[in-house]
């Protein structure tokens, strides 16, 4: 029979513990269909799942539909348990995605959709909960087009010309058999799908039963069972421990057969598998052996983790979600530290994410999760399993680094009869792309096993970078030259080496701190919103109003998990009770407030024992110690970068010497090329001014390079600034149409003494259909903008339009969009500053006209006319005139 893995993930509150409950009974594996109000969901067995009623650990469903066998594993949709859903996609064939119909697509919906592309699993999708008042199927299909794929296609018009229609607009091979037949094989359906370039949708009711038999047909007609080898793989994605606390591996067989007693291995340990379970529920079934497209539980297994491979699967322990939050475990008086530790890893084997650490400084235990519901959860696995009751405080933020300009990195470890240097290339990589290592070093440099050695000493270490001590990520490392000797290194010298080289390149390349956010979704009374949009600006937050819903407004954004992750207990206080705030994490971000939170962490660099940022070379028979910012003066190889041009940077006259002949690329190209090859060493000493260096090649002679004035233009964020002035804002809860043309009245003002274009941008959220418009008020410029546009939106195209056009200033204290002006080349002026120009401007003005009104002392000269001065004037001559003195 054919063998299927399905996964089933939604947001939470979506019904998709409801949806494998009518799965399982549509199926015939249940008899009578469990309720998670009921606590008596099928898979939902754990003691905490059915008190909180929501799934915390994922759990598997073996059944039967026609000639296939499902293994249907549940997962949490809490954001806290995310990493548990993650663990999951690594072994599964399909993915369910269940959406609530009432609700639409939700924050954490979109984090899934990212995870399912990550993982490239085909998805079908079930839209649940229809059956509620105010669901419109239209609108719905409209949305997950919009915000998921454009590739989404009802499948409940399966057979229609419509249908087949839609299909073809997916793939080019459909499109030509629609063309010249009418209609498409389902066997290039089922390919579409497999590779991800259709995504089915089915309409449902899963308390109801309705659709689902429907659905899970047609997941058994389009879905394509995977081939597997012959040869033996398995690969490891969850640890548990059953009631009699036996430790239970979690895997899929990718390949051959398991069989008991069989011995397997990482390359590290090799251990044999004593059992085989089948579980399906809370029940399990004990087996000799299984085949390939199988899940399966093993015991014998005590060092095997998630993420192990066996066999012919590699291993491979990468995450994208990741806790944000660190606690210290507070635990009760006679309670040791040392005796806790121990049980706290033990939990930790289940959950890799907790990272139990003891911190040997601030003698602690310090415990990394998601959020507030993991605390209790782990609070009661705690009391339960081991009789202590432990507490947390309240959390800190886990930050992270980064690097903007790449740079060479140099470590020299060489004490007395020891000896190894390393060179590193570090460059700033995509966001959330982790850290990425790879190799550019010939063998006839360094040999090979040292090579590795480099590699898996970059790979086992989390790195500390040099403005907080938080973990480094988002660059790429490259490895690509170093220098052994032939009696004197062994591997512990390529260890320091390497890992000095590391912290010298982060402490010449600008380094960024990077915070967590999370997206969000508040749904709120619509008179509410000024009160909402007020406290997501004071968390520095980003938002736009999504949709209405009646008397209720959804808005969407992202915020520093900083200051939104307690916003909850706000909202439900402020709308009492109506309000409704989900969050899911989003990404790594620049810190808002880099320079407090790094002087508050007070971290010092070079000061750090365990991570050196200098080196150790020798001369005379004696070791010494080298400063990392005087380690390439003494370094024995010479720089992976033209050390002959990085010669050259160090002269003050350098940029001078480049003229019209010395670069004869295009522009984006060869200054690509030179600040990541020639100029990416300078690290933080790097000043040289690539705009100017462009305007002297182009110029045709020295008279070009004079600055042209431009037409100057102001770009103002309304919305933003009104929330930002604490005069606007006081008007904004009573009357926003008074605070908007206060400003309005403010710039009008300020552009009369400035003499500047003004254009005042506003989002035009209410507007349904709303096309854009713009205005003119008094002497400057109103832009509402159109439905879906944000101000931030068309702030950004204006800026990349008309940056070789004029001088353009942005106006906002939205951090994001400061980024984005700052690379439309616009400069900047923060809220606070706009206030102050503007204030500053009118006070001179009025100083000005009081000056010229104050009385002065006046001649009769002052009281004439032109010519009647001129007569005046011939008066005196003659009056002075010797002849006419002498004849009077």
């Given at each position: 029979?054919r063998?299927?893995?399905?996964?089933?993930?939604a947001?939470?509150d979506?019904?998709?513990?409801?949806l494998?409950?009518?799965?399982?009974y549509?199926?015939?594996?249940?008899?009578?269909?469990?309720?998670?109000?009921?606590?008596?969901?099928?898979?939902?067995?754990?003691?905490?799942?059915?008190?909180?009623g929501?799934?915390?650990?994922s759990?598997?469903?073996?059944?039967?539909?026609?000639?296939?066998?499902?293994?249907?594993?549940?997962?949490p949709g809490h954001?806290d348990?995310?990493s548990?859903?993650?663990?999951?996609?690594?072994v599964?064939?399909?993915?369910?995605?269940?959406?609530?119909?009432?609700?639409?697509?939700q924050?954490?919906?979109?984090?899934?959709?990212?995870?399912?592309?990550?993982?490239?699993?085909?998805?079908?999708?079930?839209?649940?909960k229809?059956?509620q008042?105010?669901?419109?199927?239209?609108?719905?299909?409209?949305?997950?087009?919009?915000?998921?794929?454009?590739?989404?296609?009802?499948?409940?018009?399966?057979?229609?010309?419509?249908?087949?229609?839609?299909l073809?607009?997916?793939?080019?091979?459909?499109?030509?058999?629609?063309?010249?037949?009418?209609?498409?094989d389902?066997?290039l359906?089922?390919?579409?799908?497999?590779?991800?370039?259709?995504y089915?949708?089915?309409?449902?009711?899963?308390?109801?039963?309705?659709?689902?038999?429907?659905?899970?047909?047609?997941i058994?007609?389009?879905?394509?069972?995977?081939?597997?080898?012959?040869?033996?793989?398995?690969?490891?994605?969850?640890?548990?421990?059953?009631?009699?606390?036996?430790?239970?591996?979690h895997?899929?067989?990718?390949?051959?057969?398991?069989?008991?007693?069989?011995?397997?291995t990482?390359?590290v340990?090799?251990?044999?598998?004593n059992?085989?379970?089948?579980?399906?529920?809370?029940?399990?079934?004990?087996?000799t052996?299984?085949?390939?497209?199988s899940?399966?539980?093993?015991?014998?297994l005590?060092?095997?983790k998630?993420?192990?491979?066996?066999?012919?699967e590699?291993?491979?322990y990468?995450?994208?979600?990741e806790?944000?939050?660190s606690y210290?475990?507070?635990?009760?008086?006679?309670?040791?530290?040392?005796?806790?530790?121990?049980?706290?890893?033990?939990?930790?084997?289940?959950e890799?994410?907790l990272?139990?650490?003891?911190d040997?400084n601030?003698?602690?235990?310090?415990?990394q999760i998601?959020?507030?519901?993991?605390i209790e959860?782990?609070?009661?696995?705690?009391?339960?399993r081991?009789?202590?009751?432990?507490?947390f405080?309240?959390?800190?933020i886990?930050?992270?680094?980064?690097?903007?300009?790449?740079?060479?990195?140099?470590?020299?470890?060489?004490?007395?009869?020891?000896?190894?240097?390393v060179?590193?290339?570090?460059?700033?990589?995509?966001?959330g792309?982790?850290?990425?290592?790879?190799?550019?070093?010939?063998?006839?440099?360094?040999?090979?096993?040292?090579?590795?050695?480099?590699?898996?000493y970059?790979e086992?270490?989390?790195h500390?970078?040099?403005?907080?001590?938080?973990p480094?990520?988002?660059?790429?490392?490259?490895?690509?030259?170093?220098?052994a000797?032939?009696?004197?290194?062994?591997?512990?010298?390529?260890?320091?080496a390497?890992?000095?080289?590391?912290r010298?390149?982060?402490?010449?390349?600008?380094?960024?701190l990077?915070?967590?956010?999370?997206?969000f979704?508040?749904e709120?009374p619509?008179?509410?919103?000024?009160?909402?949009?007020?406290?997501?600006?004071?968390?520095?937050?980003?938002?736009?109003?999504?949709?209405?819903?009646g008397?209720?407004?959804?808005?969407?954004?992202?915020?520093p998990?900083?200051?939104?992750?307690?916003?909850?207990?706000?909202?439900?206080?402020?709308?009492?009770?109506?309000?409704?705030?989900?969050?899911?994490?989003?990404?790594?971000?620049?810190?808002?407030?880099?320079e407090?939170?790094i002087?508050?962490?007070?971290?010092?660099?070079?000061?750090?024992?365990e991570?050196p940022?200098g080196?150790?070379?020798?001369?005379?028979?004696?070791?010494?110690?080298?400063?990392?910012?005087?380690?390439k003066?003494?370094?024995?190889?010479d720089?992976?970068?033209?050390?002959?041009?990085?010669?050259?940077?160090?002269?003050?006259?350098?940029?001078?010497?480049?003229?019209?002949?010395?670069?004869?690329?295009?522009?984006?190209?060869?200054f690509?090329?030179?600040?990541?090859?020639v100029?990416?060493?300078?690290?933080?000493?790097?000043?040289?001014?690539?705009?100017?260096?462009?305007?002297?090649?182009?110029a045709?002679?020295i008279?070009?390079?004079?600055?042209?004035?431009?037409?100057?233009?102001?770009?103002?964020?309304?919305?933003?600034?009104?929330?930002a002035?604490?005069?606007?804002?006081?008007?904004?809860?009573?009357?926003?149409?008074?605070?908007?043309?206060?400003?309005?009245?403010l710039l009008?003002?300020?552009?009369?003494?400035?003499?500047?274009?003004?254009?005042?941008?506003?989002d035009?959220?209410?507007?349904?259909?709303?096309?854009?418009?713009?205005?003119d008020?008094?002497?400057?410029?109103?832009?509402?903008?159109?439905?879906?546009?944000?101000?931030d939106?068309?702030?950004?195209?204006f800026?990349?339009?008309?940056?070789?056009?004029y001088?353009?200033t942005v106006?906002?204290s939205?951090?994001?969009?400061?980024?984005?002006?700052?690379?439309?080349?616009s400069?900047?002026l923060?809220?606070?500053?706009?206030?102050?120009?503007?204030?500053?401007?009118l006070?001179t003005?009025?100083?000005d006209?009081q000056n010229r009104?104050?009385?002065?002392?006046?001649?009769?000269?002052?009281?004439l006319?032109q010519?009647?001065?001129?007569?005046?004037?011939?008066?005196?001559?003659?009056?002075?005139?010797?002849?006419?003195?002498?004849?009077?």
């Open positions: 029979m063998k299927l893995v399905i996964g089933i993930l947001h939470v979506a019904g998709k513990t409801t494998s409950e009518s799965l399982l549509s199926s015939g594996k249940i008899q009578k269909l469990g309720r998670v109000d009921n606590k008596n969901a099928y898979l939902d067995t754990h003691d905490l799942e059915k008190e909180r929501i799934t915390i650990f759990k598997q469903a073996v059944f039967e539909v026609e000639d296939t066998i499902i293994t249907l594993l549940d997962t954001m348990f995310s548990e859903m993650e663990r999951t996609l690594q599964i064939d399909i993915a369910i995605l269940v959406i609530s119909g009432a609700d639409g697509i924050s954490h919906t979109v984090t899934l959709w990212r995870l399912l592309t990550k993982y490239r699993i085909p998805v079908f999708i079930f839209v649940n229809m059956d008042i105010g669901t419109d199927r239209v609108a719905l299909m409209k949305q997950l087009k919009e915000e998921l794929d454009d590739r989404c296609t009802d499948f409940c018009i399966e057979g229609t010309e419509l249908f087949f229609e839609q073809a607009l997916c793939d080019e091979t459909m499109l030509e058999q629609f063309l010249e037949h009418g209609s498409i389902i066997s359906i089922k390919r579409a799908i497999n590779k991800r370039r259709i089915p949708c089915y309409f449902g009711s899963a308390l109801k039963l309705d659709g689902v038999e429907e659905f899970l047909r047609g058994i007609k389009y879905s394509l069972v995977p081939n597997y080898p012959e040869e033996f793989g398995a690969k490891v994605f969850k640890i548990s421990r059953d009631e009699q606390g036996n430790r239970l591996t895997l899929k067989i990718t390949g051959g057969i398991l069989r008991v007693r069989n011995s397997l990482n390359g340990w090799e251990e044999k598998v059992q085989i379970r089948i579980y399906s529920g809370q029940k399990y079934e004990t087996v052996e299984i085949g390939a497209g899940i399966c539980v093993v015991t014998g005590s060092n095997a998630p993420g192990d491979g066996f066999g012919i590699k291993s491979s990468s995450r994208v979600i806790p944000v939050l210290r475990a507070l635990l009760p008086a006679g309670v040791e530290p040392q005796v806790m530790l121990p049980k706290l890893k033990q939990i930790e084997e289940e890799p994410e990272q139990v650490t003891w040997e601030l003698q602690e235990i310090q415990v998601m959020g507030e519901v993991q959860i782990l609070q009661s696995m705690i009391e339960r081991f009789g202590v009751n432990v507490h405080d309240e959390g800190q886990l930050y992270k680094e980064t690097i903007v300009n790449p740079v060479e990195g140099v470590g020299h470890f060489e004490p007395l009869r020891h000896y190894a240097e060179h590193l290339l570090l460059e700033p990589g995509e966001p792309s982790g850290l990425v290592f790879t190799a550019d070093c010939s063998e006839d440099v360094l040999a090979i096993h040292w090579q590795r050695l480099i590699l898996s970059l086992q270490k989390i500390k970078g040099v403005l907080t001590g938080s480094i990520t988002d660059m790429k490392i490259t490895r690509v030259s170093g220098r000797h032939i009696m004197h290194t062994d591997s512990g010298d390529f260890r320091e390497t890992y000095r080289a590391v010298q390149g982060l402490k010449e390349a600008e380094s960024v990077l915070e967590p956010y999370y997206a979704r508040l709120i619509e008179r509410l919103i000024g009160r909402a949009m007020t406290d997501i600006d004071r968390m520095q937050g980003t938002y736009k109003i999504a949709e209405h819903k008397e209720m407004a959804v808005i969407v954004g992202s915020a998990v900083v200051t939104i992750r307690n916003y909850h207990r706000e909202v439900l206080a402020y709308t009492r009770g109506l309000g409704r705030l989900s969050l899911s994490f989003e990404g790594y971000k620049p810190c808002h407030n880099a407090e939170v002087k508050e962490i007070g971290y010092d660099s070079e000061r750090d024992p991570n940022t080196s150790i070379f020798c001369a005379h028979g004696s070791s010494y110690s080298v400063d990392w910012d005087e380690v003066k003494h370094m024995h190889l720089s992976y970068l033209n050390p002959q041009i990085q010669q050259n940077l160090d002269m003050p006259s350098s940029v001078d010497t480049l003229d019209n002949n010395t670069l004869t690329q295009d522009d984006s190209e060869d690509s090329f030179l600040e990541r090859a100029f990416a060493n300078k690290g933080k000493r790097m000043n040289w001014n690539r705009k100017e260096v462009i305007r002297r090649r182009k045709k002679s008279d070009d390079i004079h600055y042209q004035p431009k037409e100057e233009y102001l770009l103002v964020d309304g919305y933003n600034i009104i929330h002035w604490p005069e606007l804002k006081e008007l904004v809860d009573s009357n926003l149409d008074a605070a908007r043309t206060r400003l309005l009245d009008c003002s300020y552009q009369g003494i400035r003499k500047n274009n003004i254009i005042v941008v506003f035009a959220y209410r507007v349904e259909g709303h096309l854009e418009e713009i205005i008020y008094h002497n400057i410029h109103v832009v509402f903008t159109k439905e879906k546009q944000t101000a939106q068309f702030i950004e195209k800026g990349y339009d008309h940056q070789s056009e001088e353009i106006a906002t939205d951090g994001l969009q400061q980024l984005i002006s700052i690379g439309t080349g400069a900047l923060s809220a606070r500053e706009l206030k102050q120009e503007v204030e500053n401007a006070k003005t009025i100083q006209f009104q104050r009385p002065v002392r006046m001649s009769l000269k002052d009281t006319s010519e009647n001065l001129n007569k005046v004037e011939e008066l005196k001559s003659e009056k002075m005139s010797p002849g006419k003195e002498g004849r009077k």
